[in-house]
């Protein structure tokens, strides 16, 4: 392919001219311009610094412009259902008013664990301080809660510390919503309220960080609608209910009509779905929250009844709530009229997959004779506090570890949410805060309400508020930890170090060591309760609090620990309070718990190498000391 030159000078190939001029970005259209800046590789600092070099782009980045609302979607993709589509607004603005907020928060949180630090768990610790401080930022609420799911949604393995306490956060902001939502509701007339919908309240401020709607959940139970008219098809194809569309409702009057419907549901409830009433783990609080009992198909009597009623109405039966002692029902009316005789009603045992029981029959259930009185439907309100009740007498048979306290914890707010003036509740509160020494000033407006609703509880509720008085006077004077150095003589047998991944030899559970003690410091009753005498140091050996994998806090002796021989993180909701990182063999302590343990930071890394990467003692502690000798970090250690 020959090529030839033209008089000007320029290349020429096959008769055409190239022209070959230089091309600047500012000479693209505004749309090349703005799809190139919003490229996912580019980041709100790569944006300011190009659109400060010329006004040609400073003007293609404008506040209102596609660039900066491409950034401010790119990083908040989750505030996109907040604004209109197609909405104008300064984008910039928003990204600068977002950013700043975020920064804000993070500082908060960042600030919480130098202030809420302690050697022993604190169940169901409550940060009022730090929550106050975030609410008076006057962001929306939205706001806050993207920044927390930012942090928790970062890399899982890393800001431990940062995590834990976000974490705290959003759960305290999410449960103050919904008992917002809780009180309108319960202002709403009787009519309409509906047991489905506080059923979901009372799930949702349980299990705050699970996405728990009454959306979703009643999309769940159209599913199941669609399937029993299926059913019912096959059985009577002319039934009325079969003509009624999914969101008009419909009420089937005819008894037989009825009762073909009740089969139906029966059918697929039981048969084809497989609920049942849980009798082995009859206990256990998820059997309560209605996504749960949709999700592993098995409740208590209340929560399957709750759901056996609304689908019931949902497809034209309307079924009410009768507050059976000990066996939740519901009832359903055989007459056109409204009754109130007993024996005019068929009773049904959501528990017991369906059964239509009389009267007489429902008396078996439980073993002895009621009065009439008990038969009598109730309110939603009175529903719900059954259901709560059920709640809270789960969390009094807890172990007395963080679940069961924070269920306690939950379901006596609901409940006093409810029924506000319950004094016994109202005091059992205030014991339980008292009891684990949080939140003294909420301690002494429940005591104050206490003194004026019930006069006679002035000897109970004057000890609590002396003790919570003196509570608060010790907090504005904390004393300061004490420092446990492994050089120290007497802690010369300590053999690990925090943040190590251990085994239990004889229990063989997996745990992290998060501070240790030279001999047991636990009082004689525990030491005869738990058998130590009969270990071959006895208590007069090294003692280690550790977090264990199922979630519990124990105290181990050191001739009953070994180093994990493959070590894995630890499933432990306390693990964020201590320790800022987990990194392939071991746990990072955090600045606190640095400064309770000084020098196991250093020892921790010795160790890990000696047992896992083939190094010596002696070189490792050559290597730290080189290290700290040219200044580097003991982070190129590992």
Partial sequence: MATSVTEEGQPRL????????????TDLPTELIEYILCLPVLKHVDICNVSCCCKRLHDVCHGRGKVWEHQYKLRWPRLQKFYRQNECCDWLKEYKTRHRVGIQIRGTVESISKRFFTEVPCVGQVLGDSFAEIESLGMPEHFCEDELLFILNTDKRKSLTLKYYARKILYFLRQQNILKSLKIFLEQPEEQQSALKGAVLVDQYCNPLAEVTTEGISAQLDEIVDK??????????????????????????DTELQRQLLWALNSVLYEQLQFQGNEFDYYNPLNSYIHQVLLRHTGIPISLSVLYMTLAHKLGVNLEPVNFPNHFLLRWCQRQRRSEDIYDFIYIDAFGKGKQLTAKECEYLIGHQVTADYYSAISTTEVLLRMVGNLLNIGKRGEGNEKSYQLLRDSLDLYLTINPDNVQYLLLQARLYFHLGIWPEKVLDILQHIQALDPSQHGAVGYLVQHTLEHIQHKK????????????????????????????KRSGYNCVIYGWDPKCTMTQEWITTMRVPQLSKGANQPFYN???????????????????????EIGHPEVGRYFSEFIETHYVANEELQTRYPEDTQETLCKVHELYHGLSLDSVQEQAACSKQLNLPNASLT
């Avoid at 190239?18 to 600047?24: A, E, L, N, R, V």
């Avoid at 994998?549 to 009953?560: F, H, I, S």
């Fill in 546 to 568: 550790v977090l264990v994998q199922d979630g519990t806090c124990r105290y181990a002796a050191q001739e009953n620990l070994e180093p994990h021989s493959s070590p894995l």
């Fill in 14 to 25: 096959n008769g055409i001219t190239s022209q070959c001029q230089d091309k600047k970005l």
């Fill in 477 to 504: 004077h904390p004393v300061a930890p004490d420092e446990k150095r492994r050089s120290a003589p007497e802690h010369l047998e300590v053999q690990y170090s925090v943040g190590l991944i251990m085994k239990h």
């Fill in 228 to 253: 029993v008219k299926k059913t019912l098809r096959l059985k009577n194809a002319s039934h009325p209910s079969l003509r009624c569309a999914q969101d008009h409702r419909f009420a089937v009057e």
